[in-house]
């Protein structure tokens, strides 16, 4: 009798102890793999891009920003003063940023030169106004004033950049921290019985 109230305890003060120490845990992890076409005003592609990151987006937050693992364009464009295509491109990872509102997933906030010339800047506005004022979701190649050379002037493109998951993208659930808990409890449990049996073929 005694030991049966002495297991039962150890599996209560267990179990509390499991509450005490447990973070409070997302419900669902997951890793993005996107690809997304530049496609300017003219409705023609001029590139493509892919990026890659980890978010645990939680929808009580109305704005959420994670940077990426992956990310890389590449696209040609022709100058405004009719030199040669340029073929660009850009993978600069400290720029980009996933942008979420409310748990959902907006758009890549980017904004860098390319590794080409310090002359061409991409930017991509991925919702929030903060980047670039106007169409959310744009996109714009930026090049050198012809007169002042300051890179300035908007050579192209579009009005929207839609996102496609890629064939390797992953949503991996998580336990709650009640569910983590119901486990400990049943292995304490567990641990028990042996116990009581042996008492019994004792007696």
């Known amino acids: 009798m005694t030991k049966n109230i002495l297991a039962t305890s150890i599996v209560a003060i267990a179990s509390t102890a499991l509450l005490a120490i447990l973070p ?17 005003d003219f409705n023609e592609t001029l590139g ?9 987006p939680d929808i009580s937050q109305e704005l959420e920003k994670f940077a990426v693992s992956e990310f890389e364009v590449n696209l040609t464009v022709t100058p405004l003063d009719l030199e ?6 850009f993978t600069n990872l400290d720029e980009a940023q996933a942008v979420f509102f409310n748990g959902e997933f907006s758009g ?19 919702g929030d106004e903060a980047i670039k004022p106007g169409e959310p979701g744009a996109w ?3 090049g050198p004033n012809s007169l002042t050379g300051e890179v300035d002037t908007r050579v192209t493109g579009g009005s929207d950049v839609a996102y496609t998951s890629s064939s390797n993208s992953t ?4 336990p ?28």
């Open 84 to 89: 040669p295509p340029k073929a660009l491109s």
């Open 171 to 174: 949503t991996t659930s998580v």
């Open 140 to 142: 714009s190649i930026w």
């Open 24 to 40: 409070e845990a997302p419900a669902q992890a997951a890793s993005f793999n996107l690809d997304f076409p530049l496609i300017d």
């Open 176 to 203: 709650e921290p009640g569910s983590l808990i119901g486990l400990g409890m049943l292995g304490l449990g567990l641990i028990s019985i042996p116990r009581k049996v042996k008492t019994t073929f004792n007696k």
């Open 108 to 126: 890549i906030e980017y904004r860098g030169a390319s590794e080409e010339s310090n002359n061409y800047v991409l930017l991509i506005d991925g």
């Open 48 to 56: 493509t891009g892919f990026v890659r990151f980890e978010a645990e």
